[in-house]
């Protein structure tokens, strides 16, 4: 009886829980993560991203390089656009950016333009990244803004989202090309 009780309590307190997730850095990387997951399903790389002031998400974006043929379109981009947009201001502050791929220089530009006060971020870009791994925009003295940021909120998430992605790419270009033999 009193076990039964025990995991009552436990339930109805998991329930509240589950209603009111705590909005740390990880509940707002798995919202871009999730838009992320909307650009793979339309075929473009899975980068995701928010911008999210006071408690409030006023921007979104994911990849659309392919769709909209604009090598400016990354998830960034989209989610800074959105949200200067809505605040009718081009200075973000106050805001924090969280996006699934360590950003890029264009991207960096962006959010140091825009004044964003932090950066969160996933997976390292070894091959792109502006926030430390080719270049660090975030924290560069000649500049007149300096971006806080964090990086590895839910970083193995960020970049199985990615690997997957071009994984599955491969067998399916592998398909095409033993498809094409065989007719
Ligand atoms: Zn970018």
Request: proline content about 4%; hydrophobic content about 40%.
């Amino acid at each position: 009886m009193e076990q039964i009780l025990f995991r009552r309590t436990a339930t109805s307190w998991y329930s509240v829980a589950m209603e009111m997730p705590l909005r740390d850095d990880s509940y707002w990387m798995g919202k871009a993560l999730a838009l992320a997951g909307r650009a793979a399903a339309l075929g473009e790389v899975p980068i995701g991203a928010v911008l999210v002031k006071d408690g409030k998400i006023i921007g979104r974006g994911f990849n659309r390089r392919e769709g909209q043929n604009d090598p400016s379109a990354h998830a960034e981009m989209i989610a800074i656009r959105q949200a200067a947009k809505r605040l009718t201001a081009w200075r973000l502050t106050g805001t924090t950016l969280y996006v699934t791929l360590e950003p890029c220089p264009m991207c960096m530009g962006a959010i140091i333009l825009a004044r964003i006060e932090r950066l969160v971020f996933g997976s390292f870009d070894p091959k792109a990244g502006a926030a430390g791994s080719l270049y660090n925009l975030a924290d560069d003295p000649r500049f007149n803004h300096r971006v806080e940021v964090e990086s590895g909120v839910k970083g193995q998430e960020c970049s199985a989202i990615l690997s997957d992605f071009f994984r599955e790419l491969r067998r399916q270009k592998k398909e095409n090309r033993s498809t094409a033999r065989s007719n």
